[in-house]
């Protein structure tokens, strides 16, 4: 395990300001995503997936564009974009051989509770509608996101949630107990993080929080999740729920780790796995 790695990369997010503007901290994710590149040959294009939503396509040199991964970046609702995850997403298309579709869904404050829900569930039907196999995933919000929109929209050949954010009411007990060791997750921060996004909508909702909505229709579904998470409870749960689901605890790992396997050799090693993952379930669907 590279604990090295690991404690540098905590160090340097703990050190980020806490109270800065929403603005500020929007352009700090992106500056700091942007450290990551994809390589030189990875296809990148603006694709139109509705009226007023669009994202990118991402394809690694070889990658098979029949296959497509839709995938919800994270962020608390309200950071991140299909620019920042473009790494990423090159990383994921090429252990997979896939096409990535990342939509830029709408972000609060300035787009409340549904506005990111229907945006995931449109850019799942474009894939169903653009593509032969299909599989669907997030990390943090993302995954909320992802989980919501599979259990609405049939068709999904597999569901890749990594550090899942499913239950906006924060009742899990890892919430305060693995919080000193996360440093992306903040319990005192954590409700209003929700309010930013739900605004006078119920927390307890099951769309809001897929955890407490129905799990019995799902495809093949793999977790990841760091054993340093204060969401750690959320990933754990939905597995317990749903029989068969493929449960992977990373011991020593924070939240969304993949998106600095460019730092963490485990980052790229989750990658791999659910590439491989994601190519069983494809080719079984």
Known sequence: MSLAQVEALRAMLAGRPKDAPLAARRAGFEAMMARDVPPKETRVETVAIGPALSGELVMAAGADPGRLLVWLHGGQFALGSAASYRAFAARVSAANGCAVLTPDYRLAPEHRY??????????????????????????????????????????????????????????????????????????????????????????????????????????????????????????????????????????????????????IDEGAQAIAQAGAFLQRAMVEA
Not at 208 to 234: C, H, M, R, T
């Open 114 to 263: 549904p506005a990111a829900h229907d945006d995931a569930e449109a850019a799942l039907r474009w894939g169903l509608a653009n593509a032969g196999r299909v599989a669907i995933g997030g990390d943090s919000a993302g995954a909320n996101l992802a989980l919501a929109a599979a259990q609405r929209v049939a068709g999904a050949a597999a569901l890749w949630l990594l550090s899942p954010y499913l239950d906006l009411t924060h009742t899990a007990p890892s919430i305060n107990a693995r919080s000193p060791r996360d440093p992306f997750v903040d319990p005192a921060e954590m409700d209003a993080v929700a309010a930013r996004y739900l605004g006078d909508a119920d927390p307890a909702g099951t769309r809001a929080s897929p955890l407490l909505g129905p799990l019995d229709a799902l495809p093949p579904v793999l977790v990841q999740v760091g054993s340093d998470e204060a969401l750690f409870d959320d990933a754990a749960r939905l597995a317990a729920l749903v029989p068969g689901t493929v449960f992977q605890e990373w011991v020593g790992m924070i939240h969304v780790w993949p998106l600095f396997a460019a730092q």
